[in-house]
């Protein structure tokens, strides 16, 4: 078989060229044969190596746990029932997920309409339900580098710092979905100080270019687990994201 060259892995699997390159540098993923023009090329095992990295990812684990786990397992039907196990019990969490964000609509409906606060009406730590780190970790990974000292930065964190980081991310997420629905464009000043926020956030831990940012915003929507972080929140987010973000980078100095 010729196989299917990166591009093709990359159309099929959602997944970029550069992350597939990655992949093989740290030999997570390494292409079934290089062609003597320098290009990857993946084969039936390489595919079904590739579904498992991604189905592990959006489960929440970790590059280095991943190569781990696959390399402990040598069936693939008993690999595939194990990760069955725990996509139902993924499912049961994004119910719960679901579950919370109604309970916010309706939380939010009733403050706009008594002129209290949501806070008054719930517990604000009921925001957060049902929603992990992981759900906004996968569209970072497609940016090695950052990823990396993503990873590093957290390592020196307690769990109580986690979670709180954990918790602004969120909070920053339902700031955005409520200037979405307040009929904002994405270049409104508000909704810039948001992004803002966010672009120092990352430019903290290691450097971002424009055209970086610029591919985060785009990954808001292509990544399905990132722009399910965001459309779980509220519907049409994750493109808003990118559109401010996009507004974001065009001032940025190049």
């Known amino acids: 078989m010729a196989g299917w060259p990166i591009a093709e892995v990359a159309r099929m699997s959602g997944v970029t060229a550069r992350t597939l390159r990655h992949y093989d540098e740290i030999a997570l993923l390494p292409p079934a044969r290089i062609g003597a023009n320098g290009h990857r090329y993946y084969e039936e095992p390489e595919l079904l190596r590739l579904q498992q990295i991604l189905v592990l990812r959006?489960?929440?684990?970790?590059?280095?746990?991943?190569?781990?786990?696959?390399?402990?397992?040598?069936d693939e039907l008993e690999a595939l029932r194990g990760h069955h196990r725990r996509l139902l019990a993924e499912r049961d969490r994004l119910e719960e997920l679901a579950a919370t964000v109604a309970r916010t609509i309706?939380?939010?409906e009733r403050s706009r309409k008594d002129g209290t606060t949501m806070t008054a009406i719930n517990r604000p730590e009921n925001l957060f339900e049902g929603i992990r780190a992981a759900d906004y970790d996968e569209g970072v990974s497609a940016f090695p580098e950052l990823a990396e000292a993503t990873r590093r930065a957290t390592a020196e964190l307690s769990p109580e710092e986690v979670e709180a980081g954990q918790r602004e991310r969120t909070a920053l997420m339902i700031r955005l979905a409520e200037l979405m629905a307040a009929g904002l464009p994405v270049d409104a000043?508000?909704?810039?100080a948001e992004?803002?926020?966010?672009?120092?956030?990352?430019?903290?831990?290691?450097?971002?270019?424009?055209?970086?940012?610029?591919?985060m915003g785009?990954?808001?929507?292509?990544n399905e687990p990132w722009r399910a972080a965001y459309e779980s929140i509220a519907p049409g987010l994750a493109e808003y994201q990118r559109d401010a973000i996009e507004a974001y980078a065009a001032a940025l100095p190049s």
Not at 58 to 74: D, H, K, N, P, Q
Not at 189 to 192: D, K, L
């Open 58 to 74: 959006a489960l929440g684990l970790g590059l280095s746990e991943i190569g781990r786990v696959l390399a402990t397992r040598v």
């Open 106 to 108: 309706t939380d939010l």
């Open 189 to 192: 000043e508000a909704v810039q």
């Open 195 to 215: 992004i803002a926020a966010q672009y120092r956030a990352l430019t903290s831990i290691q450097p971002v270019s424009p055209a970086d940012f610029r591919a």
């Open 218 to 222: 785009q990954a808001c929507v292509e």
